[in-house]
C-alpha cells in the first residue's frame, strides 16, 4: 500500500509509511579496516535479519575526497550509526561522513547513534591518544585547510556528546551490544514511522485507544477485537497498529483476507501459513485439528507474537486459527477484524472490542480534499461543492477516496456541478450504490476487467491476472486505469487488491443481468453453477465458470451439461478443500462435448478417462487437469492444438500417452508431475521451440527420454527411471535448474562436456550412480546423498560459486581430494553417514570460508594436524565416529568454532592437553566417549555454555568448572564412575540420572539446586539477563535430576504419589513472589526408556474463594532414549527431579486473569507421565512416588544467597 492510503479501502496491511526522499533506514559510518568484521558485520546481519534496510559501504576508500554515492545514502537515511574506532579518526573519509550525518542531523531531524568501540568516549571528545595522533597527521597535511580539520574536530565533539552505546571496557559480550543497539534503532524508527502518518486522517488517535488496550507492556496473551462496516477501516487501522508494534515482537504476522483466503484454499492452508511465518519455518505442515500437544504448539507456546487475523467472519476460523486449543507465548496480542461483533464476544472481552466509527464532517472534506486536490486547501469556490459529495459518502473513508478521485479528473467547477448532479439523481443512499458510479465512468474493457477481478481474481498474483485476462481477450492496459480510479491496488506481495464494498458491487452487477443464473456471464458462486448444471439452464450468455466445489455434495450431471454455452471462454473447476477427494462431480453417461470457445479449461479431478471426441481445442490456451482420471486427452491422436501454451496433468495416476503435440509451437510450459503411468515422453516434444518447463518429476515409470528442445530453462526429472541422461539436456546452455534426484537407475551422466549453466543441479538419491566426471560450473549448492559415488572428481576446484556439498550416505565414498579446499566460496561441507570414509584430505593452507563440517558417522581414525588451517569453521560434527581413536591438540586453534560434537566417539579415550584456544566455543559435546578425564582449562571457557559428558568414564569433574560463568546446561546422564560433583556455576539445566556412584550426594545437589533455583528466579525478572539460551528445555528456567529417594526439605509442601494439594496463606500473591519450584521423586522399575522416552508434565489448578479457578498446564522434563550402543537401557533407582518454571507457571498464573489471582485461595498439582509422543503412560514400571511444592519470594532468596 503506498504512503497516500487513507484508513479504509484495503484488505492487506499497509506497509511503513515512509517519506518519499528516504531511501534507507540505517547508514552504518565505520573504519573499515578496525571493525568489518567484527561489530560492523554483526550489527548489518542483525539489522538484515529485522528487515531494516541498511546501506552499508563495501568498497575501500579511494583517494581523499567522499564518494558522492555515499553523500546521497547519508541524506537518503532516516538514521546513521557511528562506530567510533581507534582508528576512526585517521580516515577523512570518516570524518567527512561524519559531518555530512551530523548536518543532515541539524537539518533534517535524523537520528544519530554514536558506538564507542574500543574506544573511550573522551578521547573522541577531545581528541586524545589515537585520535590526537591522526590529528597530528591531517593538521600537516592540511595545513593550508584549516577550517576543515576545524570542522573535523567540532564533529568529533558534537558526536561524542550525543546519547550512545560505549563498549570502550568490552565489559558486555559483543552480541549484548548489537542486540540493546538494534533495539534502540527499532525504537526511533518506530517513532519516526508513528509521526510521519502522511495520507491516513484521524487514525492517530484511533491507534492511540487501541494501543491502550493492547496494555503492550502486560505478560498476558491478550485479544483485541476490531469492528465496523465494510470500508470503514479496519484493515487500514490494524495495519498500522501492527507496522507501529510489530518489532517489539518475537514473531508477527498479518493475516489478511481471512474470509475470502479460507474460502479460496481452505483454512487448513491458512493456519499452516500462519505458522510458517510465526514459527519462521517454511516445510511446516500440520493436518491435525488441534496443535496443543504438538512440538510445533510448545514452539508457538514459547514465542511473543503479534497476530492480525483480518476479515474474519466464521467462529471456525478463530477457533482454528485462535482457539483455546492454540497457545501463545506470554505477552502476545491477537487482533482479530470483522463485521461481525458477535463473533468476538466468545473470544475477547467487552473492554477489548472497538468499533471503527466514520469520519466526522470535518476530517471526511479533509480526506476528500487530498484525493480531489492533491493537498489539503481546495479553492474556496468549490467548498459547498465539496461538501455536497462528502454528504453522500456517509463518513465512510473509502468512499471519499473513490469520489476524491473521480473528482480530480473534472477541471472546471462546471464538470464538478454535473457530477455532483449524478450523485443527486442516483436515488439510493446506500454507499455500495454511490461506488457503482466509479464503474459507470469506465470504458467497456476496463469494465469487463473489474468484473472479472470482483468475480475471480482478487486476491491474485498480477502476472497470472494479467495471463487471464489476456486468454479471456482483455487488453491488460485497463489494469491502469482501475488502479488510478482506486478501485483496485496492488499490494506490497504483487497481489491484486480490492475492497470489499467494490467486490460486492461487481457481484451484484453480474446478478443484475438475470435473475436465472444460467443467464448471466459470469458464474462464480457455488451454489449458482449447482442450479444451472443439474437444471441444465445454460445459455449462450455464460462466458466464465470458477466452481469451487469445497462446500457442495456429490453432484451429477448430464452428458450435455455444457452443449448449450456456445461462448463459454473459461471453465474452472476446483476444490480447495483440505483432505477431500478431489471429484465431485459425476458424469455417469460421459460427456458429449465442450464448447470449442474454451480458452481455459482448469478441472482439478476430472471424472473421465478422455475429454469427449467432440471436442474441438483449438482455441484453448491452458489446459490444467491435476488428479484426473484422464488415461488419454483424446482418443484420437492427431488433434489441433495450435494455440496451447499451458498443459498441467500433474498427479495423473492413470496417464499412459499424451497426444500429438507437434502442431503445439506456442507451448511454453508442460507439468507431468506425478504421472506414474507414464511409460515414455513423445518424440515431439524435442521440437517444441519455445518450451522452457517441462516437469516430469515422480513419473516413476519414465525410462525413456527422448531428446530436449533448446530453450528447455527448467527440467525435473526428480525419481523418474531414467537410464541416462540425453546428451541434448547435458549440453543445454540455457537450463537454469535441474533436478534428478532420487533417479535410483541413473548410472552415469553423459560423458560429453557439461555445458550446463545452471544454477540449481540436484542428484542425491541416485542411488546407483558411482561416476561423475563433470559438473555444470555455476552451480552452488551441490547434492550427491545416497549416490553411489567413490571419489569426488578433482574438477570440483573448478566450481568457484559452490558453496554447499552434501556427501550424506554416500557409502562408497573413501576420500576427498585436497581441491575441495580451493573452493573459497565453500561453507558447508556435509559427510554423514559416509561409512567407509577414512582419511580426511590435508589441508594445505588456511580457509577461512569453511563454516560447517559434518563428519558424523565416518570411518575416519584420526584428525590430520592440519585441522587448524580451517580457520572460520564454526560447527564441527564428529558424531559417531566409532573408530576415532586420536585427536591432534591443533584443534584447540579453532577460534572461529562455537559448536564442536564427538558423541558417540566409542574408541576416543583421551583428549590432548590443552591450555589455551577455542575461545568461541559455546557447545561441547563428548557424551558416550571412552574419555576419563576432560583438560581443566577446557570446561572452565568463558563462552562455553553447553557441556554434555553423558555415559563417559570420568571420575571427578574439575574445580575450575566453577569459572565457566557462562554455563548453564550440564548433561552428566549414565557417568557412573562419577562420585561426587564439585561447586558448579548456576545452571539452567543439570542431568545426572543413571550416576550410581552418586547415590550418596544427592543431598548435597539438591541443596545447591536450592541456591541455583533462587539464582535463576532472581535473575529471570532481569531482561538482559540470558535464561532464554537456545540450548536445552525452554520451559523451565532450571531443570535438576540426579539419584534420590527424598524431596529436598526446603519444599514446604510436600506429599505422597502424584499429586498435591495446597491451601495458599494469605497474601501469598504479593508483589516479590518470584514463582513455583515443583519436585518428584520417580521409582524405575527395571524401566526400559530406550524404548519410549518419557516426559514428564503437570497440571496447575488455582481455586478463589467463590468457586472461580484456572488451570495451567506445563511440560517439565523429558528423558529422550538411551542412544548408547551399549544395548538396552532399563531405570532401576529412584531418582529426584527439581523444576522452577518461570517462564510458564508464573507468567500465567500472575497475569492470565489479572488481579483475580490475588483472590486465589487453593492450589493443586497433578503430575503425570508420558511417552516421547505425548500419549499418557500407563506404565507399571515407573510411577511418581512422591511429590513436592515451593512458593519462592524475592525476600527469601536474599537471605538464601547473603548467608
Known amino acids: 500500500m503506498s504512503s497516500n492510503l487513507i484508513m479504509a479501502a484495503s484488505s492487506a496491511p499497509p506497509s511503513p509509511i515512509l517519506p518519499p526522499q528516504e531511501k534507507y533506514d540505517v547508514f552504518l559510518s565505520f573504519r573499515g579496516a578496525d571493525t568489518r568484521c567484527t561489530i560492523t558485520s554483526h550489527l548489518h546481519a542483525a539489522l538484515r535479519r529485522k528487515k531494516i534496510k541498511t546501506y552499508i559501504d563495501d568498497k575501500l576508500e579511494r583517494g581523499d575526497e567522499i564518494a558522492p554515492a555515499l553523500v546521497e545514502a547519508i541524506h537518503k537515511s532516516k538514521l546513521s550509526v557511528i562506530i567510533f574506532s581507534k582508528n576512526y579518526a585517521s580516515s577523512t573519509w570518516c570524518l567527512d561522513e561524519l559531518v555530512h550525518i551530523l548536518g543532515c542531523r541539524e537539518r533534517d531531524g535524523q537520528f544519530v547513534i554514536p558506538i564507542f568501540y574500543d574506544i573511550d568516549s573522551s578521547h573522541v571528545r577531545k581528541q586524545l591518544g589515537s585520535y590526537a595522533d591522526a590529528f597530528a597527521k591531517h593538521e600537516q597535511r592540511w595545513k593550508d585547510s584549516v577550517d576543515k580539520v576545524l570542522m573535523w574536530r567540532g564533529a568529533l565533539e558534537k558526536a561524542a556528546n550525543l546519547s550512545g552505546f560505549d563498549n570502550s571496557n568490552k565489559t558486555r559480550t559483543e552480541a549484548y551490544l548489537v542486540e540493546n543497539v538494534v533495539e534502540d534503532i527499532l525504537t526511533k524508527l518506530n517513532r519516526k514511522s508513528s509521526s510521519d502518518l502522511k495520507g491516513l486522517v484521524a487514525i492517530e488517535s484511533q491507534i492511540g485507544q487501541i494501543e491502550s488496550s493492547l496494555c503492550i507492556d502486560s505478560p498476558e496473551v491478550c485479544y483485541i477485537g476490531i469492528w465496523g462496516i465494510g470500508g470503514i477501516g479496519k484493515t487500514t487501522l490494524a495495519g498500522a497498529v501492527y507496522n507501529r508494534l510489530s518489532s517489539k515482537f518475537k514473531a508477527s504476522c498479518f493475516l489478511a483476507n481471512v474470509r475470502e483466503e479460507s474460502e479460496k484454499h481452505g483454512l487448513n492452508h491458512l493456519r499452516n501459513k500462519l505458522l510458517r511465518v510465526l514459527l519462521e519455518d517454511e516445510n511446516l505442515k500440520i493436518d491435525t485439528p488441534s496443535i496443543g500437544s504438538t512440538f510445533v504448539g510448545e514452539r508457538l507456546c514459547r514465542t511473543k507474537v503479534l497476530i492480525v487475523l483480518d476479515d474474519v467472519n466464521d467462529m471456525s476460523q478463530l477457533e482454528l486459527l485462535a482457539g483455546d486449543h492454540v497457545g501463545f507465548g506470554p505477552g502476545s496480542r491477537i487482533i482479530i477484524t470483522t463485521r461481525n461483533r458477535r463473533l468476538l464476544k466468545k473470544k475477547v472481552d467487552d473492554d477489548k472490542i472497538y468499533k471503527v466509527k466514520g469520519l466526522n464532517c470535518d476530517e471526511a472534506l479533509q480526506l476528500f480534499h487530498l484525493h480531489a486536490f492533491k493537498n489539503n486547501s481546495p479553492r474556496t469556490d468549490y467548498t459547498e461543492l465539496s461538501k455536497m459529495v462528502v454528504d453522500y459518502a456517509e463518513g465512510i473513508p473509502l468512499a471519499l477516496k473513490i469520489f476524491g478521485s473521480s473528482f480530480f479528473h473534472c477541471k472546471s467547477k462546471e464538470e464538478w456541478e454535473n457530477e455532483l448532479k449524478k450523485l443527486k439523481n442516483f436515488p439510493s443512499k446506500k454507499i455500495q450504490n454511490v461506488l457503482r458510479l466509479s464503474y459507470d465512468g469506465l470504458e467497456k474493457n476496463e469494465k469487463e476487467i473489474f468484473l472479472d477481478i470482483a468475480c475471480f481474481y482478487k486476491g491474485m498474483n498480477v502476472d497470472f491476472v494479467k495471463r487471464m485476462l489476456d486468454i479471456r481477450g482483455f487488453f491488460v492496459a485497463g489494469i491502469g486505469a482501475l488502479i488510478d480510479t482506486s478501485l483496485i491496488s496492488i499490494s506490497t506481495s504483487y497481489c491484486l487488491e480490492m475492497h470489499d464494498l467494490l467486490q460486492q458491487i461487481g457481484w451484484e452487477i453480474v446478478r443484475e443481468q438475470c435473475i436465472e443464473p444460467g443467464k448471466r456471464d459470469r458464474l462464480f458462486i457455488a451454489e449458482d453453477v449447482c442450479h444451472v448444471l443439474k437444471n441444465n439452464t445454460a445459455t449462450a450468455m455464460v462466458q466464465a465458470i470458477s466452481f469451487n466445489t469445497s462446500n457442495i455434495r456429490e453432484l451429477h450431471l448430464s452428458r450435455t451439461a455444457f452443449k448449450k454455452m456456445y461462448n463459454l471462454r473459461l471453465l474452472e473447476i476446483y476444490d480447495c478443500s483440505y483432505g477431500q477427494k478431489y471429484c465431485k462431480l459425476y458424469l455417469s453417461q460421459g460427456l458429449q462435448t465442450l464448447p470449442e470457445s474454451l480458452r481455459y479449461l482448469y478441472w482439478d479431478g476430472y471424472p473421465l478417462q478422455s475429454l469427449p471426441s467432440k471436442f474441438s481445442p483449438e482455441n484453448l490456451v491452458e489446459l490444467k487437469m491435476p488428479r484426473s482420471l484422464v488415461k488419454q486427452l483424446w482418443e484420437e491422436n492427431l488433434i489441433y492444438l495450435g494455440n496451447l501454451k499451458l498443459i498441467d496433468l500433474s498427479f495423473c495416476k492413470h496417464l499412459t500417452e499424451l497426444p500429438d503435440l507437434s502442431q503445439s509451437r506456442k507451448m511454453e510450459h508442460i507439468n507431468l508431475y506425478g504421472c506414474t503411468s507414464l511409460v515414455r515422453v513423445p518424440l515431439c516434444f524435442q521440437y517444441l521451440g519455445n518450451l522452457t518447463f517441462l516437469d516430469l518429476g515422480c513419473c516413476s515409470n519414465l525410462k525413456y527420454l527422448q531428446e530436449m528442445p533448446g530453450n528447455i530453462e527448467l527440467l525435473n526429472l526428480e525419481s523418474t527411471a531414467i537410464e541416462e541422461l540425453p546428451s541434448s539436456v547435458w549440453s543445454n546452455k540455457k537450463i537454469s535448474f535441474l533436478n534428478i534426484q532420487r533417479c535410483k537407475y541413473l548410472k552415469n551422466l553423459p560423458s560429453s562436456s557439461c555445458k550446463l549453466k545452471c544454477f540449481g543441479f540436484l542428484l542425491g538419491g541416485c542411488s546407483s550412480l558411482g561416476k561423475i566426471s563433470e ?429
Open 775 to 1203: 559438473l555444470p560450473r555455476n552451480i552452488s549448492v551441490l547434492d550427491l546423498t545416497w549416490t553411489a559415488i567413490e571419489v569426488v572428481p578433482s574438477s570440483i576446484e573448478c566450481l568457484f560459486g559452490l558453496t554447499t556439498i552434501y556427501l550424506n550416505d554416500c557409502k562408497r565414498l573413501v576420500s576427498l581430494p585436497t581441491s575441495i579446499f580451493k573452493l573459497k566460496s565453500l561453507k558447508s561441507l556435509d559427510l554423514n553417514g559416509c561409512s567407509n570414509f577414512e582419511c580426511f584430505p590435508d589441508i594445505l593452507e588456511p580457509t577461512e570460508h569453511l563454516e560447517l563440517l559434518n563428519l558424523s558417522k565416518t570411518a575416519i581414525k584420526e584428525l590430520p594436524v592440519e585441522i587448524e588451517n580451517l580457520i572460520g569453521l564454526q560447527t564441527f560434527n564428529l558424531c559417531r565416529c566409532k573408530d576415532l581413536e586420536f585427536v591432534p591438540d591443533s584443534i584447540y586453534h579453532l577460534n572461529c568454532l562455537k559448536t564442536l560434537s564427538f558423541y558417540g566417539c566409542l574408541k576416543l579415550k583421551s583428549l590432548p592437553p590443552f591450555s589455551i584456544g577455542l575461545c568461541s566455543l559455546e557447545e561441547l559435546d563428548l557424551g558416550y566417549c571412552n574419555i576419563v578425564q576432560v583438560p581443566d582449562p577446557l570446561v572452565c571457557l568463558t563462552s562455553l555454555r553447553s557441556l554434555n559428558l553423558s555415559g563417559t568414564m570420568i571420575q571427578s569433574l574439575p574445580a575450575s568448572i566453577k569459572q565457566a560463568s557462562q554455563l548453564r546446561y550440564l548433561w552428566l546422564t549414565n557417568c557412573k564412575s562419577l562420585p561426587s560433583l564439585p561447586e558448579l556455576p548456576v545452571l539452567r539445566h543439570l542431568e545426572a540420572h543413571g550416576c550410581t556412584s552418586l547415590k550418596n550426594a544427592w543431598r548435597n545437589m539438591m541443596g545447591e539446586a536450592q541456591l541455583r533455583i533462587m539464582q535463576m528466579a532472581t535473575a529471570s525478572s532481569n531482561p538482559t539477563d540470558d535464561v532464554y539460551y537456545g540450548y536445552g528445555p525452554a520451559s523451565p528456567s532450571v531443570s535438576i535430576v540426579c539419584p534420590g529417594n527424598e524431596i529436598p526439605n526446603w519444599f514446604s509442601y510436600q506429599n505422597e504419589g502424584s499429586s498435591i494439594n495446597v491451601t495458599l496463606p494469605p497474601n501469598w500473591f504479593r508483589t516479590d513472589f518470584l514463582g513455583l519450584a515443583l519436585s518428584l521423586v520417580v521409582e524405575f522399575n527395571n524401566y526400559n526408556v530406550k524404548r519410549a522416552g518419557l516426559k514428564f508434565a503437570c497440571t496447575a489448578n488455582f481455586k478463589s474463594s467463590n468457586g472461580e479457578g484456572h488451570e495451567i498446564r506445563c511440560h517439565l522434563h523429558r528423558l529422550y532414549k538411551d542412544i548408547s550402543s551399549s544395548g538396552r537401557k532399563n531405570f532401576n533407582s529412584d531418582y529426584v527431579f527439581a523444576w522452577y518454571t518461570a517462564s510458564m507457571l508464573v507468567a500465567a498464573a500472575k497475569y492470565s486473569s489479572g488481579t483475580g489471582f490475588y483472590n486465589i485461595t487453593e492450589a493443586s498439582v497433578d503430575f503425570f507421565l508420558m511417552d516421547l509422543n505425548g500419549f499418557p503412560l500407563k506404565d507399571y514400571k515407573v510411577q511418581v512416588k512422591k511429590c513436592g511444592l515451593w512458593l519462592l519470594y524475592a525476600k527469601d532468596a536474599e537471605n538464601l544467597m547473603s548467608c
